[in-house]
């Protein structure tokens, strides 16, 4: 009996030691291609492919200049026009000047909230949920606080 034991561990430390060789050859053969270099593989990379590349960023630069041109034209249009004084009738100062009177009674003036008033609606003060010892007689106690009563009953542990 212990010559069939002896001999079934024999053969399954010479299966792990077939299996763990073998994939140690495997590993050790497919390094090559993990280490290979990537420049072998890489397609080389001719002048009229970087000279077609040049002329489209040369042209994407020369966009954006044109757009920031016009943005500086702008600004500068803006700031010329933004100099003259507008002129305003006297209904329209009016308007405005209600307008600001409004504005300032409201950055002055401060809005008081009112807390809601809880009532109890019979709710328990506390719930005690604390675990008894030896107590297989009763049901185990519920700890959850009745609909309604969220803000009022705490739970005591």
């Known amino acids: 009996m212990e010559e069939k034991n002896n001999k079934k561990r024999l053969m399954i430390k010479l299966g792990t030691a077939l299996i763990v060789f073998t994939l140690l050859i495997i590993w050790s053969l497919n390094l090559k291609n993990v280490w290979r270099d990537a420049a072998i593989d890489a397609p ?86 604390m675990p008894t010892i030896n107590d297989s007689l009763s049901p185990p106690r519920s700890c959850s606080i009745p609909p309604g009563c969220e803000g009022i009953t705490q739970i005591a542990y």
């Open 44 to 129: 080389a990379v001719d002048g009229e492919e970087w000279n077609n590349f040049r002329e489209e960023l040369e042209r994407s630069l020369s966009d954006i200049k044109e757009v920031l041109e016009k943005r500086e034209e702008m600004t500068n249009t803006a700031e010329n026009a933004s100099t003259l004084t507008p002129v305003i009738d006297d209904e329209n100062q009016l308007i405005l000047d209600g307008i600001l009177k409004d504005t300032v009674d409201l950055a002055t003036s401060t809005a008081t909230i009112t807390p809601p008033v809880v009532t109890k609606n019979n709710c328990p003060e506390w719930i005690n949920c």
